[in-house]
């Protein structure tokens, strides 16, 4: 495991969401400062606002990829192209390991409606959510994309 795995899995062990996680671990790469990325990557957590949609370790990938790739020309559709293909392909990768990015499915939740209130982090908590692994399963493949 890289030294950058190991700081997401830390960041989210330190109470951040899976989101701010990946997002953090990383972002340093493009210059930007951490209390910066945490702020830009709150919201996504829980799958964008506890609402259980896209994961959020998969969504800070996608926002490191975007940092990458990312076109910064509205008419430049060969630079969207590869971002879109790199976010992709971290998704591949993602669910080789993973039978989804739905944050509700890779949890084994229902369509049932959550509290915005993120559970308290204890034991309980580790011991009924995977969102460790998640983390680091997307750090890792992250790490194929944007550094392989």
């Known amino acids: 495991m890289s030294e950058r795995v190991k700081k ?8 951040y969401n899976c989101c ?11 210059g ?5 990325a945490l702020r830009v990557s709150a919201g ?11 994961c959020g370790a998969v969504s800070g990938a996608a926002m490191i990829i ?9 008419a430049d559709a060969d630079g969207k192209m590869l971002c879109y293909e790199k976010v992709r392909e971290h998704s591949e990768e993602f669910k080789k390991v993973n039978p989804s990015i739905v ?13 915005a ?7 309980q908590y580790y011991k009924k959510r995977p969102c460790v692994q998640i ?14």
């Not at 701010?20 to 493009?30: E, G, I, P």
């Not at 930007?32 to 910066?36: A, G, I, L």
């Not at 509700?104 to 369509?111: F, I, N, S």
């Not at 209130?117 to 034991?123: F, I, K, L, S, T």
């Open 8 to 15: 997401a899995e830390a960041l989210f062990k330190e109470g």
């Open 32 to 36: 930007m400062d951490t209390e910066t």
């Open 103 to 115: 944050c509700r499915e890779l949890l084994g939740l229902g369509d049932q409606n959550e509290s």
């Open 135 to 148: 983390v680091i399963d997307s750090a890792e493949a992250l790490e194929k994309v944007i550094f392989e």
């Open 117 to 123: 209130r993120p559970d308290e982090r204890n034991e």
């Open 44 to 54: 996504l957590g829980g799958g964008c606002g506890r609402q259980r949609e896209l």
């Open 66 to 74: 975007g940092l990458k790739f990312g076109a910064t020309e509205g």
């Open 20 to 30: 701010q996680a990946v997002f953090a671990a990383y972002s340093d790469l493009f």
